[in-house]
């Protein structure tokens, strides 16, 4: 078997040797090789901070080689550029309530599932399983119109709407084509259906946005590296409970993961994700004036403001801020903690609390005829949910559920 002649480079040291290796040569031992003919790096560096990365013209196609691989399973060949450089880098968190951001420094080879080991013990948080990482803004962060949608939000919609315009073959996918609709025979219908498609679909869009469906977060996969999300060093990345299994287990003995629970929780109150009743939401908002602005003081504390307090349905109310105001008098806590428990566990206690929701399109009862519909999924349950009032139509136990696929080639 012939020999591996590659070009290795080093931009730490600007350096770029021409080494040859062995196919079945181990990455770690090709790496050792790099280290002998290289010298020490600057600052006598850890050298297992230190690997091969294989170098392509489509950053998000370039990989960091395995250790315990051999250099033939990469399909290396002759002529190939390998960099040498350092795993280290730093990455850029922050949490949903608007703290500072914290920089903190990972290995980049590893992918997102080993790195939130790392990230969450350097915020304070023990299960890591239950979370993840977000990419684009944050509730807490971006402000919303009046109908609840984020500046990103109007973005993606805008976005989807370009993308969605339809090709020559009357599909959503590119047929190598032009744009143009089909001429002659059934043109002037296949546009005219194109453009009702068209429609609806924006429709579902903006139907998407307004609900805050699962599929406005974008969560970071957990089985790719970072660079493979093509996720720089200057892009900000918030922490966010992605599952929901001990969270009822989180109490004032552990400020850091309470607070972030409250957070969440009380961004899907006021963002409509948790319906509530009327009694309900004011025992919310008083708890939130409690955890924001302290015990009442008489005097001091006169008025709220609604907007910040209640969901939208409650919010133009002006009635109920004297409901809040008397609600909020009555509050004695002795642990400061104790009001975010307590908020916690009112909401822990409403129906679609913990749920993932997706919007679906469901075939009505004895008519050829889609509407839409919200399907939620948490722990417990597979449920069907109305999409404006999200009153939960029909529930399924997850032992019921013995058939389920992603994709309609996997059913």
């Not at 399973?73 to 922050?94: A, C, F, P």
């Not at 684009?136 to 949608?149: I, T, V």
């Not at 919310?284 to 910040?308: H, S, T």
């Not at 839409?372 to 417990?380: A, D, H, S, T």
Request: charged residues 30%; contains cysteine.
């Amino acid at each position: 078997m012939g020999v591996l002649t590659l070009n290795i480079e080093c931009h730490e040291k600007a350096i770029k040797k021409t080494m040859q290796f062995e196919p079945r040569t181990l990455v770690h031992d090709a790496c050792r090789m790099v280290r002998d003919k290289l010298g020490p790096m600057h600052g006598n560096r850890e050298s297992n901070d230190y690997g091969l990365f294989r170098v392509e013209d489509d950053p998000t196609k370039c990989v960091w080689m395995e250790n315990g691989r051999t250099l033939e399973y990469y399909l290396i060949r002759n002529g190939d550029t390998l960099e040498y450089k350092n795993k280290i880098r730093s990455l850029r968190v922050r949490t949903l309530d608007g703290g500072a951001v914290k920089t903190i420094f990972v290995d980049e080879s590893q992918p997102v599932s080993q790195l939130m080991v790392v990230i969450c013990s350097k915020m304070g948080i023990a299960n890591h399983d239950e979370y993840s990482l977000v990419r684009g803004f944050s509730p807490a962060l971006d402000g919303n119109d009046e109908n609840g949608y984020g500046r990103d939000q109007h973005q993606q919609i805008q976005r989807n709407d370009r993308e969605r315009t339809p090709y020559s073959n009357g599909t959503d996918q590119y047929d190598g084509g032009t744009r143009s609709y089909q001429k002659g025979k059934g043109g002037i219908e296949n546009t005219f259906m194109n453009t009702i498609g068209r429609k609806k679909e924006r429709q579902i869009q903006q139907l998407r946005a307004k609900l805050h469906t699962e599929e406005e977060i974008h969560w970071v996969d957990h089985s790719k590296t970072l660079r493979e999300q093509n996720i720089g060093d200057n892009e900000e990345l918030t922490l966010r409970r992605k599952f929901f299994f001990s969270d009822t287990n989180v109490d004032t003995r552990d400020p850091v993961q309470l607070n972030l629970l409250y957070i969440q929780c009380r961004d899907g109150v006021l963002r409509g994700l948790h319906p509530v009743s009327r009694d309900t939401a004011i025992k919310l908002a008083a708890l939130q004036c409690y955890i924001e602005y302290g015990p009442f003081e008489e005097g001091i504390q006169r008025n709220v403001d609604a907007k910040n307090l209640l969901p939208k349905e409650y919010s133009r109310a002006k009635e109920l801020e004297k409901n809040i105001i008397q609600e909020y008098r009555e509050l004695i806590y002795e642990d400061s903690a104790a009001p975010k428990k307590k908020y916690c566990e009112l909401c822990q206690s409403l129906p679609t609390y913990g749920v993932s929701f997706f919007l679906v399109k469901e075939k009505m009862p004895g008519k050829n005829k889609l509407i839409p519909r919200l399907l939620g999924v948490n722990k417990e349950s597979v449920m069907r949910v109305d999409e404006r009032t999200k009153a939960v139509l029909k529930e399924w136990p997850l032992e019921q559920v013995n058939f389920f696929c992603g994709f309609k080639e996997d059913c």
